[in-house]
Protein backbone atom coordinates (compact mmCIF):
# COMPACT_ATOMS: atom_id res chain seq x y z
CA UNK A 1 0.00 0.00 0.00
CA UNK A 2 1.16 3.37 -0.78
CA UNK A 3 2.35 5.40 2.03
CA UNK A 4 0.06 8.66 1.37
CA UNK A 5 -3.20 5.68 1.61
CA UNK A 6 -2.45 4.65 5.18
CA UNK A 7 -3.51 6.46 7.94
CA UNK A 8 -3.08 5.22 11.79
CA UNK A 9 -5.15 5.81 14.43
CA UNK A 10 -6.47 5.31 18.14
CA UNK A 11 -9.89 6.01 19.71
CA UNK A 12 -9.89 7.47 23.27
CA UNK A 13 -11.80 8.51 25.46
CA UNK A 14 -13.00 8.10 29.29
CA UNK A 15 -13.94 4.73 30.62
CA UNK A 16 -18.16 3.49 29.35
CA UNK A 17 -18.25 6.42 26.47
CA UNK A 18 -18.44 3.20 23.87
CA UNK A 19 -14.99 2.83 22.26
CA UNK A 20 -15.36 -0.74 21.53
CA UNK A 21 -18.66 -0.45 20.21
CA UNK A 22 -17.58 2.48 18.06
CA UNK A 23 -14.87 -0.23 17.20
CA UNK A 24 -17.05 -3.10 16.18
CA UNK A 25 -19.05 -0.94 13.99
CA UNK A 26 -16.02 0.45 11.96
CA UNK A 27 -14.89 -3.59 11.50
CA UNK A 28 -18.79 -4.13 10.29
CA UNK A 29 -19.15 -1.12 7.58
CA UNK A 30 -15.45 -1.87 6.43
CA UNK A 31 -16.15 -5.50 5.66
CA UNK A 32 -12.95 -6.50 7.91
CA UNK A 33 -15.16 -9.50 9.96
CA UNK A 34 -17.55 -11.52 8.58
CA UNK A 35 -21.25 -10.52 9.59
CA UNK A 36 -21.37 -14.72 11.34
CA UNK A 37 -18.42 -13.92 12.88
CA UNK A 38 -19.56 -10.41 14.59
CA UNK A 39 -19.90 -10.09 18.19
CA UNK A 40 -19.93 -7.40 21.26
CA UNK A 41 -16.86 -6.11 21.92
CA UNK A 42 -14.89 -7.82 19.40
CA UNK A 43 -12.08 -6.13 20.09
CA UNK A 44 -12.00 -7.25 23.71
CA UNK A 45 -9.82 -10.22 23.18
CA UNK A 46 -9.83 -11.15 27.29
CA UNK A 47 -13.20 -13.02 28.92
CA UNK A 48 -12.62 -11.39 31.56
CA UNK A 49 -13.04 -7.40 29.61
CA UNK A 50 -16.21 -8.53 28.14
CA UNK A 51 -17.38 -9.59 32.16
CA UNK A 52 -17.07 -5.96 33.34
CA UNK A 53 -17.53 -4.20 30.15
CA UNK A 54 -14.24 -2.82 30.23
CA UNK A 55 -11.45 -2.81 27.76
CA UNK A 56 -8.19 -3.85 29.49
CA UNK A 57 -5.47 -3.96 26.63
CA UNK A 58 -4.80 -2.23 23.60
CA UNK A 59 -6.18 -3.90 20.67
CA UNK A 60 -5.03 -3.14 17.16
CA UNK A 61 -6.95 -3.86 13.80
CA UNK A 62 -6.36 -3.20 10.25
CA UNK A 63 -9.32 -1.89 7.75
CA UNK A 64 -9.43 -1.56 4.19
CA UNK A 65 -11.92 0.95 2.84
CA UNK A 66 -12.43 3.35 -0.47
CA UNK A 67 -8.56 2.59 -1.51
CA UNK A 68 -7.28 3.29 2.37
CA UNK A 69 -5.58 1.23 5.02
CA UNK A 70 -7.01 2.24 8.13
CA UNK A 71 -4.71 0.88 10.71
CA UNK A 72 -6.86 1.35 14.75
CA UNK A 73 -6.11 0.96 18.02
CA UNK A 74 -8.72 0.79 20.52
CA UNK A 75 -7.60 1.84 23.92
CA UNK A 76 -8.97 1.42 27.61
CA UNK A 77 -10.24 4.15 29.21
CA UNK A 78 -9.43 3.61 33.29
CA UNK A 79 -7.20 5.86 34.59
CA UNK A 80 -5.33 2.14 35.95
CA UNK A 81 -4.56 1.49 32.18
CA UNK A 82 -3.70 5.26 30.60
CA UNK A 83 -0.17 3.69 30.17
CA UNK A 84 -1.75 1.69 27.34
CA UNK A 85 -2.71 4.81 26.05
CA UNK A 86 -0.03 6.44 26.10
CA UNK A 87 1.70 3.30 23.97
CA UNK A 88 -0.86 3.90 21.23
CA UNK A 89 -0.48 7.47 20.68
CA UNK A 90 2.97 7.37 19.63
CA UNK A 91 2.17 4.60 17.11
CA UNK A 92 0.09 6.27 15.30
CA UNK A 93 -0.38 10.16 13.77
CA UNK A 94 -4.79 10.70 15.01
CA UNK A 95 -6.49 10.25 17.66
CA UNK A 96 -10.54 9.87 17.54
CA UNK A 97 -11.83 11.50 20.82
CA UNK A 98 -14.80 10.56 21.86
CA UNK A 99 -17.08 11.70 24.16
CA UNK A 100 -20.42 10.44 25.60
CA UNK A 101 -24.01 12.84 24.25
CA UNK A 102 -25.28 12.33 28.13
CA UNK A 103 -22.21 12.10 30.40
CA UNK A 104 -20.24 14.70 28.47
CA UNK A 105 -16.27 15.29 28.68
CA UNK A 106 -14.80 13.75 32.10
CA UNK A 107 -11.89 13.69 33.70
CA UNK A 108 -10.00 10.73 31.34
CA UNK A 109 -11.42 12.47 28.39
CA UNK A 110 -9.02 15.35 29.97
CA UNK A 111 -6.42 12.99 30.20
CA UNK A 112 -5.90 11.54 27.40
CA UNK A 113 -6.74 14.77 25.26
CA UNK A 114 -3.60 16.03 26.80
CA UNK A 115 -2.01 12.96 25.92
CA UNK A 116 -3.03 13.16 22.47
CA UNK A 117 -1.82 16.69 22.43
CA UNK A 118 1.40 15.87 23.51
CA UNK A 119 2.52 13.72 20.88
CA UNK A 120 1.14 16.67 18.32
CA UNK A 121 -1.59 14.21 16.89
CA UNK A 122 -4.36 15.03 14.57
CA UNK A 123 -7.88 15.16 16.84
CA UNK A 124 -11.32 14.18 15.53
CA UNK A 125 -14.10 15.03 18.43
CA UNK A 126 -16.93 12.51 18.32
CA UNK A 127 -20.33 12.65 20.15
CA UNK A 128 -21.59 9.02 20.83
CA UNK A 129 -24.41 7.90 22.05
CA UNK A 130 -26.84 10.89 20.26
CA UNK A 131 -29.93 8.31 20.39
CA UNK A 132 -30.22 8.10 24.09
CA UNK A 133 -32.68 10.23 25.43
CA UNK A 134 -30.68 11.77 27.71
CA UNK A 135 -28.48 12.89 25.11
CA UNK A 136 -27.59 16.26 25.50
CA UNK A 137 -26.03 17.46 21.84
CA UNK A 138 -25.97 21.16 22.80
CA UNK A 139 -24.40 21.32 25.90
CA UNK A 140 -21.64 18.66 25.11
CA UNK A 141 -20.35 20.39 21.89
CA UNK A 142 -19.81 23.28 24.18
CA UNK A 143 -17.53 21.56 26.52
CA UNK A 144 -15.53 20.23 23.79
CA UNK A 145 -15.06 23.60 21.79
CA UNK A 146 -14.16 25.09 25.13
CA UNK A 147 -11.20 22.54 25.72
CA UNK A 148 -10.31 21.42 22.30
CA UNK A 149 -10.56 25.49 20.70
CA UNK A 150 -12.23 23.70 17.44
CA UNK A 151 -15.75 24.86 15.75
CA UNK A 152 -19.04 22.95 16.23
CA UNK A 153 -18.86 21.93 12.37
CA UNK A 154 -15.53 20.02 13.38
CA UNK A 155 -17.35 17.62 15.58
CA UNK A 156 -18.85 14.45 14.28
CA UNK A 157 -22.50 12.94 15.69
CA UNK A 158 -22.41 9.16 15.83
CA UNK A 159 -24.59 6.38 17.59
CA UNK A 160 -21.98 3.81 17.59
CA UNK A 161 -24.60 1.42 18.71
CA UNK A 162 -27.00 1.76 15.66
CA UNK A 163 -24.20 2.57 13.37
CA UNK A 164 -25.20 6.63 12.28
CA UNK A 165 -22.70 8.59 11.66
CA UNK A 166 -20.24 5.92 11.54
CA UNK A 167 -19.04 6.33 7.91
CA UNK A 168 -18.41 10.12 8.40
CA UNK A 169 -15.81 9.53 10.77
CA UNK A 170 -14.14 6.96 8.26
CA UNK A 171 -13.96 10.02 6.00
CA UNK A 172 -13.05 12.01 8.32
CA UNK A 173 -9.97 10.00 9.74
CA UNK A 174 -9.10 9.29 5.41
CA UNK A 175 -9.57 13.15 5.16
CA UNK A 176 -7.90 14.86 8.35
CA UNK A 177 -5.52 12.32 9.88
CA UNK A 178 -1.98 12.70 8.03
CA UNK A 179 -0.39 10.08 5.93
CA UNK A 180 3.05 8.33 7.78
CA UNK A 181 5.91 10.25 6.89
CA UNK A 182 8.68 8.48 5.17
CA UNK A 183 11.67 9.03 7.55
CA UNK A 184 14.21 6.42 6.83
CA UNK A 185 14.63 3.49 4.30
CA UNK A 186 16.37 1.64 6.73
CA UNK A 187 14.27 -0.53 8.70
CA UNK A 188 13.26 1.16 12.25
CA UNK A 189 10.55 -0.57 14.01
CA UNK A 190 8.86 0.61 17.79
CA UNK A 191 8.00 -1.82 19.50
CA UNK A 192 4.63 -1.01 21.77
CA UNK A 193 2.89 -4.15 23.13
CA UNK A 194 3.65 -7.82 22.73
CA UNK A 195 2.38 -11.15 24.16
CA UNK A 196 2.77 -14.48 24.69
CA UNK A 197 1.44 -17.72 22.59
CA UNK A 198 1.88 -21.38 23.52
CA UNK A 199 2.50 -22.21 20.26
CA UNK A 200 4.32 -19.22 18.58
CA UNK A 201 6.38 -17.81 21.88
CA UNK A 202 6.90 -14.40 21.98
CA UNK A 203 4.60 -12.57 19.80
CA UNK A 204 5.76 -8.58 19.07
CA UNK A 205 3.44 -5.68 18.35
CA UNK A 206 5.66 -3.23 16.05
CA UNK A 207 4.85 0.39 14.09
CA UNK A 208 7.09 0.63 11.56
CA UNK A 209 8.68 4.51 11.15
CA UNK A 210 11.06 3.00 8.55
CA UNK A 211 11.80 0.07 5.97
CA UNK A 212 10.79 -3.08 5.55
CA UNK A 213 10.20 -6.22 7.74
CA UNK A 214 10.03 -9.71 5.78
CA UNK A 215 10.32 -13.81 6.98
CA UNK A 216 13.68 -14.39 6.81
CA UNK A 217 15.19 -10.79 7.93
CA UNK A 218 18.32 -10.93 10.32
CA UNK A 219 17.34 -8.57 13.05
CA UNK A 220 18.40 -6.98 16.79
CA UNK A 221 16.41 -5.33 19.02
CA UNK A 222 18.24 -1.63 19.66
CA UNK A 223 18.63 -2.00 23.36
CA UNK A 224 19.40 -5.29 24.16
CA UNK A 225 21.82 -5.82 21.28
CA UNK A 226 20.15 -9.20 21.15
CA UNK A 227 19.93 -11.02 17.53
CA UNK A 228 17.87 -13.05 15.98
CA UNK A 229 15.81 -13.60 13.01
CA UNK A 230 12.28 -13.13 11.79
CA UNK A 231 9.90 -16.49 11.92
CA UNK A 232 6.82 -14.58 10.86
CA UNK A 233 5.20 -10.71 9.88
CA UNK A 234 1.68 -10.20 9.75
CA UNK A 235 -1.24 -7.73 10.67
CA UNK A 236 -4.43 -7.70 13.02
CA UNK A 237 -7.60 -8.36 11.49
CA UNK A 238 -8.02 -8.32 14.65
CA UNK A 239 -6.90 -11.99 14.18
CA UNK A 240 -2.94 -12.36 13.55
CA UNK A 241 -2.79 -12.48 9.51
CA UNK A 242 0.39 -13.83 8.43
CA UNK A 243 2.04 -12.13 5.10
CA UNK A 244 4.99 -11.92 3.51
CA UNK A 245 6.06 -7.94 4.23
CA UNK A 246 5.66 -5.69 6.53
CA UNK A 247 6.46 -2.09 4.70
CA UNK A 248 7.17 1.06 6.54
CA UNK A 249 3.98 3.32 8.14
CA UNK A 250 2.02 -0.23 8.78
CA UNK A 251 1.29 -1.56 12.16
CA UNK A 252 1.81 -5.11 12.76
CA UNK A 253 3.27 -8.25 14.22
CA UNK A 254 6.38 -10.16 13.89
CA UNK A 255 7.39 -13.42 15.70
CA UNK A 256 11.63 -14.13 15.97
CA UNK A 257 13.50 -16.68 17.57
CA UNK A 258 13.75 -14.61 20.98
CA UNK A 259 12.97 -17.28 24.37
CA UNK A 260 14.38 -14.99 26.94
CA UNK A 261 10.81 -13.31 28.02
CA UNK A 262 13.24 -10.60 28.81
CA UNK A 263 14.41 -9.39 25.84
CA UNK A 264 10.94 -8.20 24.04
CA UNK A 265 10.85 -4.66 26.19
CA UNK A 266 8.10 -2.64 24.83
CA UNK A 267 9.81 0.86 24.13
CA UNK A 268 12.69 -0.90 21.98
CA UNK A 269 13.45 -0.05 18.42
CA UNK A 270 14.06 -3.31 16.26
CA UNK A 271 16.75 -2.66 13.41
CA UNK A 272 18.68 -4.86 10.67
CA UNK A 273 21.64 -6.89 12.41
CA UNK A 274 24.25 -5.16 10.80
CA UNK A 275 22.68 -1.60 10.51
CA UNK A 276 23.83 1.14 13.07
CA UNK A 277 20.30 2.97 12.76
CA UNK A 278 19.51 4.93 15.82
CA UNK A 279 16.62 3.58 18.32
CA UNK A 280 13.37 5.58 17.98
CA UNK A 281 13.12 7.39 21.40
CA UNK A 282 10.61 5.20 22.81
CA UNK A 283 8.61 5.24 25.83
CA UNK A 284 9.01 7.29 29.36
CA UNK A 285 9.49 4.16 32.24
CA UNK A 286 6.20 3.89 34.40
CA UNK A 287 6.17 4.19 38.04
CA UNK A 288 4.21 1.94 39.67
CA UNK A 289 1.37 3.59 42.39
CA UNK A 290 0.38 0.68 44.34
CA UNK A 291 2.28 -2.47 45.38
CA UNK A 292 0.97 -5.94 46.91
CA UNK A 293 2.44 -9.02 48.00
CA UNK A 294 1.80 -12.34 45.46
CA UNK A 295 2.48 -16.00 47.47
CA UNK A 296 1.14 -19.10 45.79
CA UNK A 297 -1.07 -20.74 48.38
CA UNK A 298 0.67 -24.11 47.98
CA UNK A 299 4.44 -23.56 47.92
CA UNK A 300 5.31 -25.94 45.26
CA UNK A 301 3.72 -23.34 42.99
CA UNK A 302 6.39 -20.92 43.12
CA UNK A 303 7.89 -21.71 39.73
CA UNK A 304 4.66 -21.95 38.03
CA UNK A 305 3.67 -18.63 39.24
CA UNK A 306 7.16 -17.04 38.13
CA UNK A 307 6.45 -17.77 34.58
CA UNK A 308 2.90 -16.90 34.87
CA UNK A 309 3.85 -13.79 35.93
CA UNK A 310 6.83 -13.26 33.42
CA UNK A 311 4.08 -14.19 30.58
CA UNK A 312 1.65 -11.56 31.88
CA UNK A 313 4.13 -9.08 31.57
CA UNK A 314 5.13 -9.20 28.18
CA UNK A 315 1.19 -7.50 27.39
CA UNK A 316 1.39 -5.45 30.33
CA UNK A 317 4.08 -3.35 30.80
CA UNK A 318 3.30 -1.34 33.41
CA UNK A 319 3.48 -4.00 35.57
CA UNK A 320 7.00 -4.56 37.42
CA UNK A 321 8.20 -7.53 40.35
CA UNK A 322 11.09 -9.02 42.14
CA UNK A 323 11.11 -11.85 43.72
CA UNK A 324 10.09 -11.82 47.72
CA UNK A 325 10.11 -14.19 51.01
CA UNK A 326 7.48 -14.31 53.88
CA UNK A 327 8.56 -16.51 56.94
CA UNK A 328 4.51 -16.67 57.06
CA UNK A 329 3.62 -16.99 53.29
CA UNK A 330 6.83 -18.31 52.08
CA UNK A 331 8.77 -17.47 48.61
CA UNK A 332 6.34 -14.97 46.24
CA UNK A 333 6.54 -11.52 44.33
CA UNK A 334 6.91 -7.69 45.06
CA UNK A 335 4.37 -6.64 42.65
CA UNK A 336 3.78 -2.90 41.63
CA UNK A 337 0.03 -1.67 39.70
CA UNK A 338 -0.76 1.50 38.56
CA UNK A 339 -3.72 1.31 40.72
CA UNK A 340 -6.08 -1.03 43.00
CA UNK A 341 -8.29 -2.40 39.66
CA UNK A 342 -4.94 -3.65 37.85
CA UNK A 343 -4.33 -5.12 40.91
CA UNK A 344 -7.42 -6.54 40.90
CA UNK A 345 -7.11 -7.36 36.97
CA UNK A 346 -3.99 -9.19 37.77
CA UNK A 347 -5.03 -11.17 40.30
CA UNK A 348 -7.61 -12.43 38.25
CA UNK A 349 -6.19 -13.01 35.33
CA UNK A 350 -3.23 -15.34 37.04
CA UNK A 351 -6.13 -17.10 38.71
CA UNK A 352 -8.34 -17.83 35.30
CA UNK A 353 -5.65 -18.49 32.98
CA UNK A 354 -2.87 -19.61 35.41
CA UNK A 355 -4.82 -21.85 37.73
CA UNK A 356 -3.67 -20.50 40.30
CA UNK A 357 -4.72 -19.90 44.04
CA UNK A 358 -3.16 -17.20 45.50
CA UNK A 359 -2.72 -15.04 48.40
CA UNK A 360 -2.14 -11.51 48.07
CA UNK A 361 -1.22 -8.98 50.66
CA UNK A 362 -2.62 -5.95 51.92
CA UNK A 363 -1.76 -3.03 48.58
CA UNK A 364 0.32 -0.28 50.12
CA UNK A 365 2.39 2.62 48.60
CA UNK A 366 5.82 3.51 48.49
CA UNK A 367 7.40 5.40 51.72
CA UNK A 368 10.06 6.99 51.94
CA UNK A 369 12.35 6.43 55.14
CA UNK A 370 15.32 8.08 56.21
CA UNK A 371 17.30 6.67 58.61
CA UNK A 372 19.14 8.19 61.98
CA UNK A 373 22.46 6.57 59.88
CA UNK A 374 21.78 8.84 56.75
CA UNK A 375 20.45 5.71 54.37
CA UNK A 376 17.42 6.28 52.95
CA UNK A 377 14.75 2.58 52.14
CA UNK A 378 12.02 2.83 49.84
CA UNK A 379 9.56 0.91 52.29
CA UNK A 380 6.88 -1.17 49.79
CA UNK A 381 6.12 -3.58 52.33
CA UNK A 382 4.58 -3.54 55.71
CA UNK A 383 6.81 -6.07 57.65
CA UNK A 384 10.10 -4.82 56.83
CA UNK A 385 9.54 -1.54 58.64
CA UNK A 386 12.35 -0.62 60.55
CA UNK A 387 12.40 0.28 64.41
CA UNK A 388 11.05 3.27 65.08
CA UNK A 389 14.07 4.66 67.35
CA UNK A 390 16.28 4.18 64.12
CA UNK A 391 14.08 6.52 61.68
CA UNK A 392 14.71 10.09 60.95
CA UNK A 393 11.64 10.54 59.27
CA UNK A 394 9.05 9.33 57.10
CA UNK A 395 7.60 10.38 53.53
CA UNK A 396 4.52 9.71 51.93
CA UNK A 397 3.63 9.56 48.30
CA UNK A 398 1.61 12.67 46.96
CA UNK A 399 -0.56 13.23 44.07
CA UNK A 400 -2.15 15.61 42.39
CA UNK A 401 -6.00 15.09 41.54
CA UNK A 402 -8.88 16.58 39.13
CA UNK A 403 -12.23 16.01 40.08
CA UNK A 404 -14.81 16.70 37.21
CA UNK A 405 -17.81 17.35 38.50
CA UNK A 406 -21.47 19.58 38.20
CA UNK A 407 -21.10 22.46 40.37
CA UNK A 408 -24.00 21.61 42.42
CA UNK A 409 -21.95 18.78 43.96
CA UNK A 410 -18.60 20.91 44.80
CA UNK A 411 -19.52 21.72 48.24
CA UNK A 412 -19.73 18.12 49.34
CA UNK A 413 -16.80 17.38 47.23
CA UNK A 414 -14.68 19.87 48.43
CA UNK A 415 -15.88 18.63 52.36
CA UNK A 416 -15.13 15.21 51.80
CA UNK A 417 -11.24 15.62 49.36
CA UNK A 418 -10.55 18.12 52.75
CA UNK A 419 -11.39 15.01 54.88
CA UNK A 420 -9.02 12.53 53.50
CA UNK A 421 -6.24 15.24 53.14
CA UNK A 422 -6.24 17.35 50.28
CA UNK A 423 -4.77 20.39 50.01
CA UNK A 424 -6.84 22.46 47.67
CA UNK A 425 -4.75 23.53 44.54
CA UNK A 426 -7.08 25.67 42.27
CA UNK A 427 -10.47 25.61 40.71
CA UNK A 428 -11.41 25.82 37.14
CA UNK A 429 -14.88 26.31 35.37
CA UNK A 430 -15.30 24.58 31.95
CA UNK A 431 -18.50 26.25 31.31
CA UNK A 432 -21.33 27.54 33.77
CA UNK A 433 -22.12 24.15 35.07
CA UNK A 434 -18.79 21.82 34.91
CA UNK A 435 -16.09 22.33 37.39
CA UNK A 436 -12.51 21.11 37.76
CA UNK A 437 -11.64 21.07 41.18
CA UNK A 438 -7.87 20.26 41.52
CA UNK A 439 -5.92 18.68 44.79
CA UNK A 440 -2.92 17.59 46.40
CA UNK A 441 -3.58 14.44 48.18
CA UNK A 442 -1.84 11.70 50.07
CA UNK A 443 -1.74 8.71 47.38
CA UNK A 444 -2.73 6.25 50.29
CA UNK A 445 -5.98 8.57 50.27
CA UNK A 446 -7.56 7.41 47.02
CA UNK A 447 -6.26 3.88 46.85
CA UNK A 448 -9.65 2.11 48.27
CA UNK A 449 -13.04 3.62 47.87
CA UNK A 450 -11.97 6.91 47.53
CA UNK A 451 -13.55 6.96 43.64
CA UNK A 452 -16.69 5.14 44.86
CA UNK A 453 -17.57 7.64 47.03
CA UNK A 454 -16.70 10.71 44.95
CA UNK A 455 -18.87 9.10 42.27
CA UNK A 456 -21.98 8.35 45.34
CA UNK A 457 -21.50 12.08 46.38
CA UNK A 458 -22.11 13.06 42.83
CA UNK A 459 -24.81 10.86 42.04
CA UNK A 460 -22.76 9.38 39.55
CA UNK A 461 -21.59 12.64 38.01
CA UNK A 462 -18.23 13.17 39.01
CA UNK A 463 -15.10 11.74 37.59
CA UNK A 464 -11.41 10.96 38.69
CA UNK A 465 -8.02 11.58 37.31
CA UNK A 466 -4.39 11.97 39.12
CA UNK A 467 -0.30 12.23 38.67
CA UNK A 468 2.25 11.08 41.00
CA UNK A 469 3.23 15.00 42.54
CA UNK A 470 6.07 13.76 44.98
CA UNK A 471 6.77 13.08 48.41
CA UNK A 472 6.02 15.26 51.67
CA UNK A 473 6.79 13.82 55.35
CA UNK A 474 4.43 11.97 57.70
CA UNK A 475 4.00 9.89 60.63
CA UNK A 476 3.50 6.27 60.33
CA UNK A 477 3.60 3.35 62.42
CA UNK A 478 2.75 0.17 61.27
CA UNK A 479 -0.54 -2.25 62.36
CA UNK A 480 -0.43 -5.54 62.87
CA UNK A 481 -3.22 -7.68 63.15
CA UNK A 482 -3.23 -10.78 65.63
CA UNK A 483 -5.52 -13.81 64.34
CA UNK A 484 -6.08 -16.14 67.22
CA UNK A 485 -2.52 -14.82 68.83
CA UNK A 486 -0.68 -15.25 65.74
CA UNK A 487 0.54 -12.49 63.65
CA UNK A 488 -2.01 -12.16 59.97
CA UNK A 489 0.67 -10.88 58.09
CA UNK A 490 -1.20 -10.53 55.35
CA UNK A 491 -3.00 -8.12 57.13
CA UNK A 492 -0.19 -5.95 58.67
CA UNK A 493 -0.63 -2.19 57.15
CA UNK A 494 1.24 0.94 57.83
CA UNK A 495 -1.03 3.63 59.17
CA UNK A 496 -0.88 7.56 60.29
CA UNK A 497 0.54 7.36 64.44
CA UNK A 498 -3.42 9.43 64.82
CA UNK A 499 -5.52 7.04 63.34
CA UNK A 500 -3.88 3.34 64.70
CA UNK A 501 -6.87 2.89 67.01
CA UNK A 502 -9.49 3.86 64.62
CA UNK A 503 -8.17 1.61 61.89
CA UNK A 504 -7.51 -0.94 63.96
CA UNK A 505 -10.80 -1.18 65.56
CA UNK A 506 -12.63 -1.14 61.88
CA UNK A 507 -10.19 -3.93 60.76
CA UNK A 508 -11.73 -5.99 63.86
CA UNK A 509 -14.68 -5.26 63.55
CA UNK A 510 -14.63 -6.37 59.23
CA UNK A 511 -12.75 -9.80 60.52
CA UNK A 512 -15.80 -10.25 63.22
CA UNK A 513 -17.82 -10.43 60.19
CA UNK A 514 -16.02 -11.89 57.40
CA UNK A 515 -14.10 -14.86 59.00
CA UNK A 516 -15.65 -18.22 59.47
CA UNK A 517 -16.52 -19.43 63.25
CA UNK A 518 -14.24 -22.64 64.73
CA UNK A 519 -14.38 -24.36 66.95
CA UNK A 520 -12.94 -22.46 69.60
CA UNK A 521 -12.99 -18.97 70.96
CA UNK A 522 -10.79 -16.64 68.08
CA UNK A 523 -8.55 -13.74 69.39
CA UNK A 524 -8.66 -10.70 67.40
CA UNK A 525 -6.13 -8.07 67.76
CA UNK A 526 -4.46 -5.21 66.47
CA UNK A 527 -1.43 -4.00 67.85
CA UNK A 528 1.41 -1.49 67.13
CA UNK A 529 5.21 -1.94 68.69
CA UNK A 530 3.44 -5.07 70.93
CA UNK A 531 0.74 -2.38 72.32
CA UNK A 532 -2.46 -3.52 71.95
CA UNK A 533 -4.91 -0.77 70.27
CA UNK A 534 -7.84 -2.50 69.61
CA UNK A 535 -9.52 -6.34 70.19
CA UNK A 536 -12.46 -8.28 70.18
CA UNK A 537 -13.20 -12.24 69.91
CA UNK A 538 -15.28 -14.45 67.38
CA UNK A 539 -17.65 -16.60 69.47
CA UNK A 540 -17.37 -20.82 69.13
CA UNK A 541 -19.34 -22.98 67.11
CA UNK A 542 -21.59 -24.97 69.94
CA UNK A 543 -22.23 -28.49 69.33
CA UNK A 544 -25.69 -29.38 71.89
CA UNK A 545 -23.75 -31.97 73.22
CA UNK A 546 -26.57 -32.54 75.45
CA UNK A 547 -28.75 -33.52 72.80
CA UNK A 548 -28.83 -37.48 73.81
CA UNK A 549 -29.84 -36.69 77.36
CA UNK A 550 -33.03 -37.50 78.36
CA UNK A 551 -33.51 -36.89 82.08
CA UNK A 552 -31.40 -38.19 84.72
CA UNK A 553 -29.81 -36.15 87.23
CA UNK A 554 -28.62 -32.42 86.40
CA UNK A 555 -25.38 -33.23 86.96
CA UNK A 556 -24.58 -35.24 83.92
CA UNK A 557 -25.40 -32.24 82.19
CA UNK A 558 -23.25 -30.13 83.65
CA UNK A 559 -19.82 -32.67 83.19
CA UNK A 560 -20.37 -32.84 79.51
CA UNK A 561 -20.61 -29.09 79.34
CA UNK A 562 -17.71 -29.15 81.39
CA UNK A 563 -15.60 -31.57 78.93
CA UNK A 564 -16.69 -29.20 76.26
CA UNK A 565 -15.63 -26.11 77.52
CA UNK A 566 -12.23 -27.92 77.84
CA UNK A 567 -11.81 -29.18 74.65
CA UNK A 568 -12.51 -25.52 73.31
CA UNK A 569 -9.53 -24.41 75.21
CA UNK A 570 -7.17 -26.98 74.30
CA UNK A 571 -8.23 -25.79 70.64
CA UNK A 572 -8.01 -22.05 71.14
CA UNK A 573 -4.33 -23.17 71.88
CA UNK A 574 -3.26 -24.85 69.43
CA UNK A 575 -5.80 -24.26 66.82
CA UNK A 576 -4.82 -22.79 63.22
CA UNK A 577 -7.07 -20.41 61.58
CA UNK A 578 -7.12 -19.87 57.80
CA UNK A 579 -7.91 -16.71 56.35
CA UNK A 580 -9.44 -17.37 53.02
CA UNK A 581 -8.84 -14.36 50.43
CA UNK A 582 -12.01 -12.66 49.71
CA UNK A 583 -11.82 -12.06 53.74
CA UNK A 584 -8.56 -9.92 52.83
CA UNK A 585 -10.27 -8.16 50.18
CA UNK A 586 -13.29 -7.46 51.80
CA UNK A 587 -11.03 -6.16 54.83
CA UNK A 588 -9.37 -3.98 52.02
CA UNK A 589 -12.57 -2.59 51.11
CA UNK A 590 -13.79 -1.46 54.16
CA UNK A 591 -10.77 -0.20 55.39
Given at each position: ME?????N?C??????HGKS????R???VT?T?DE???KA????????E?????????QP????W?????N??DT????DF??E?S?S????E?AV????????????TL??????V?Q????IP?I?K?DL????IE?????I?SILG????D?????????????????????RVPAP???K??L??L??????DE?RGV???VR?????L????K??F??????T??L?V?????????I?R??NG?????VT???????A????T????D????A????????PM??????????N?Y???R????K?KL??????Y???S??A??????C????????E?F?ER?K???NL??I???PT?????YM???D??I??????M?????I????E??V?I????P??Y???????I?E?R???K???????N?VI?????????????????I??????Y?S?N????G????E?V?????V?E??AE??T?????D??????K??????K?V??RAQ?VI??Q?????K??A?????????????K????D?T???????????GK??MA???K??????A??????K?
Amino acid sequence: MELNKIRNFCIIAHIDHGKSTLADRMLEVTNTVDERKMKAQLLDQMELERERGITIKLQPARMNWNGFMLNLIDTPGHVDFSYEVSRSLVAVEGAVLLVDAAQGVEAQTLANLYLAVEQDLTIIPVINKIDLPAANIEKVSKEIISILGCEKKDILLVSAKTGQGVTDVLQAIMDRVPAPDKKKDELQALVFDSTYDEYRGVVIYVRLFGGDLKKGDKIRFAATNEPTEVLDVGFFKPDWVSIDRLNNGEIGYLVTGVKDLKQAKVGDTIIKQDSDTPALIGYEAIKPMVYAGIFPQEGNDYQKLRDAIMKLKLSDASLEYEPASSQALGFGFRCGFLGLLHLEIFQERLKREYNLELIVTTPTVAYKIYMSSGDEIILTTPSDMPDPSQIEHTEEPYVDIEVLSPKEYIGDLMSYIIEQRGIAKNTEYLDENLVILKYHIPLSRILVDFYDNIKSISSGYASLNYDLAGYEKCELVKLDILVAEQIAEALTILVYKDQAHQIGKRIINKLKDVLPRAQFVIKLQAAVGGKIVAGDKLSALRKDVTAKLYGGDVTRKRKLLEKQKKGKKRMAKGGKVVIPQEAYLAILKKN
